[in-house]
C-alpha cells in the first residue's frame, strides 16, 4: 500500500490573494485504471504522443461532445479555453503522457523546490513526490477558462479544500469506474500482485472521497461505447463555474 504524506507550505492561499482573478482550476482526481489521464486528454482535446488510433479517435469524439454541450447549454466556447497547470514529480517518465502534464525532476531539484516554498502543495506517494507550483497556478489563473491539474485526492482534502475551495476558483472532481481492475490488468500490462496493491489504495481513496461529501464531483466512466453520461456531468460542472 503506498504511504502518502501531506505536508503544508507556507504560502498563504486565500481569497485576498485570489482577487481579480478569471480562471477556474480544475482539479482531476480518480482511482488508479479508471481512465483519469483520458479524461484530462478529453478536457483538452491533446493527443499528442498517442499512437492507438481507436484511443485518438474516441478521445477527438468526446472532445467535440464536451464542446458542443457547452455550446448549446451554457453559450460558452470551450476553445482555447483549457490549459494544463503541470506537476512536477521525482517519478520516471511514462510512454503515453501528455507533454506538459508533467515535468520531471530530480530528488535534490525538488527538495530545493520545497527549502524554496516554491509548492503551493506537495506530496509523497510511494517514494516519489509529486507538487504543484504556485506560479504555474496563478499564471492560469489570470486567464478567463480552465486549468486542469492532476491530483491525489489526498491533496484535494487536505490542501486544496482547507486553503482554496473558499476562492470559489477551485473545483474538484473523481473519476471511477467499475472496471479499473480489469484496465490495470490488460492494458497496464501489471502483475495480480500489483493490481491488487493498487486496489488497496483505490480502496482508500472511494472511502476517502465518500466521506468529502459533496468536495467532489464523482464521474462515472463506464465505457459503454463511449463517454456521454460523463461528458454531460462535466458539462454541467464547467458551465455552471
Known amino acids: 500500500m503506498a504511504v502518502v504524506e501531506n505536508q503544508e507550505e507556507d504560502v498563504v492561499l ?3 490573494t485570489m482577487s ?12 488508479m485504471g479508471a481512465g483519469k489521464s483520458t479524461l484530462v486528454r478529453i478536457l483538452t482535446g491533446n493527443v499528442q504522443g498517442l499512437t492507438n ?10 472532445h467535440r461532445l464536451l464542446k458542443d454541450c457547452l455550446r448549446s447549454q451554457f453559450h ?3 476553445s482555447d479555453r483549457v490549459g494544463v497547470v503541470p506537476s512536477y514529480t521525482t517519478r520516471a517518465k511514462r510512454g503515453d503522457e501528455m507533454d506538459g502534464e508533467y515535468i520531471f525532476v530530480n530528488r ?9 516554498h516554491r509548492f503551493a502543495w506537495w506530496v509523497k506517494v510511494n ?39 473558499k476562492t470559489g476558483r477551485f473545483k474538484a472532481v473523481y473519476v471511477d469506474s467499475p472496471h479499473r481492475q480489469e484496465w490495470m490488468r490488460n492494458r497496464g500490462g501489471l502483475s495480480p ?11 482508500n481513496w472511494d472511502r476517502l472521497v465518500t466521506g468529502a461529501g459533496d468536495m467532489f464531483v464523482r464521474l462515472e466512466n ?20
Open 14 to 16: 486565500d481569497a485576498q
Open 20 to 31: 481579480g482573478f478569471l480562471g477556474v482550476i480544475l482539479c482531476v482526481s480518480g482511482a
Open 53 to 62: 488510433q481507436d484511443l485518438i479517435r474516441f478521445i477527438v469524439h468526446h
Open 76 to 78: 460558452l466556447d470551450l
Open 108 to 116: 535534490d531539484d525538488f527538495q530545493e523546490m520545497i527549502e524554496g
Open 127 to 165: 517514494h516519489r513526490f509529486y507538487g504543484t507550483l504556485w506560479t504555474d497556478l496563478s499564471e492560469q489563473l489570470v486567464k478567463p477558462g480552465f486549468g486542469v491539474v492532476n491530483v491525489t485526492p489526498e491533496t484535494v482534502v487536505y490542501h486544496i479544500y482547507p486553503k482554496l475551495f
Open 193 to 203: 500482485d500489483v493490481v491488487h496493491s493498487r486496489e488497496e489504495i483505490n480502496q
Open 222 to 241: 463506464d465505457e459503454a461505447g463511449n463517454l456521454d453520461n460523463l461528458i454531460h456531468d462535466l458539462s454541467g460542472l464547467l458551465g455552471r463555474t
